[in-house]
């Protein structure tokens, strides 16, 4: 594994169905993020970790949840999708504790929900 | 809340033109700022990172400016490539401080840029 992985690619799923995109970095870095990104909006945070054992909601939490058991895997749970939460979504990581606290994103998961 | 707008949206420039991308921000109290490039379907690549305390950074045909003070950044590219089509995205992480997102970032929506040959 190099730098940070997301799994699966692409889903479509049902809308009531839960749902937990998986993410996975190798670089030890102590902060881990989801982001959604939609279209005319951006990249919005959804929930952080600071280090392990540690989360936190960021600008769009609502529907979601996260846990951080380790250092290496931050894993986003839709309880129960519904269709606006039809997205591309990305993890990121970054090293606050580095002077650069430079940030690294992984290649996505495009999910559909119907 | 810290806003981060881009302008243009979207440019369409001829191969081998300078470009003048544009960035600002709402709250000066930034940390660092990074400019991104994503390709259509794929992850944020990151091209620039400046730091609060600089004022450039430069890579190959790429210098990316801060103005902390006027919340603004420019990313300027040098004899523009077809390579070089893809949306640019601008994002600002707020000052640290403790018991807050240390490393969050927050993104301007991006400007679509395609150089045609």
């Known amino acids: 594994i190099a730098g940070i992985t997301q799994a699966p690619t692409s889903q479509i799923l049902a809308a009531g169905r839960r749902m937990t995109l998986r993410c996975t970095q190798d670089?030890?870095?102590?902060?881990m993020y989801w982001y959604r990104q939609d279209l005319g909006l951006g990249l919005r945070l959804i929930h952080y970790?600071?280090?392990?054992?540690?989360?936190g909601k960021g600008e769009v939490p609502d529907g979601y949840s996260v846990s951080r058991a380790n250092t290496d895997d931050f894993p986003l749970t839709l309880a129960s999708a519904v269709p606006s939460q039809t997205s591309v979504y990305f993890c990121?990581?970054?090293?606050?504790?580095?002077?650069?606290?430079?940030?690294?994103f992984g290649p996505g998961t495009r999910l559909t929900v119907l | 809340k810290q806003e981060v707008t881009q302008i243009p949206a979207a440019l369409s420039v001829p191969e081998g033109e300078n470009l003048v991308l544009n960035c600002s921000f709402t709250d000066s109290a930034i940390y660092n700022l990074q400019w991104f490039r994503q390709d259509p379907g794929k992850g944020l690549t990151s091209l620039l990172l400046?730091?609060?305390?600089?004022r450039e950074q430069t890579s190959g045909r790429l210098n990316a400016s801060l103005d902390k003070s006027s919340g603004r950044s420019t990313l300027y590219i040098a004899a523009s490539q077809p390579g070089d089509s893809a949306t640019y995205l601008c994002a600002v992480s707020p000052f640290q401080d403790r018991g807050s997102t240390l490393g969050r970032l927050y993104f301007g929506r991006g400007t679509q840029l395609t150089v045609w040959p």
């Open positions: 670089m030890r870095h102590n902060a």
């Open positions: 970790s600071n280090t392990a054992g540690t989360t």
């Open positions: 400046i730091q609060s305390s600089q």
């Open positions: 990121a990581s970054s090293d606050p504790g580095r002077a650069l606290n430079e940030q690294f």
